[in-house]
């Protein structure tokens, strides 16, 4: 069962800029976002479980722009609560 966590953005240039910041420290790959999800931008970027938790620090310490966060596995797809993890 696939498994990972998807960031998705208002723009482009979000998601662009999320995908370098992550990059330069794990695997994060670009993709489209999910039918599952409704995001304006239409890129998202997805990380493994195992950089999960490294991932959001990133993103919360360095990031300037506005993302949501959900968790994937298998068909299920979990918007989840960045202030909460």
């Known amino acids: 069962m696939d498994e990972y966590y998807l960031y998705t953005f208002e723009s482009t240039h979000g998601a662009i ?9 794990m695997d994060a790959v670009m993709m489209p976002v999910l039918r ?7 890129m998202a970027v997805r990380v493994s479980p195992e950089n999960g938790r490294r991932s959001l620090e990133l993103m919360k310490q360095n990031s300037e722009v506005t993302f949501d966060l959900y968790h ?3 068909k299920e797809v979990e918007k989840l609560d960045p202030s909460s993890i």
């Open 72 to 74: 994937v596995k298998g």
């Open 36 to 42: 599952e999800i409704s995001a304006s931008c239409g």
């Open 17 to 25: 800029a999320s995908h370098k910041l992550l990059g330069a420290e």
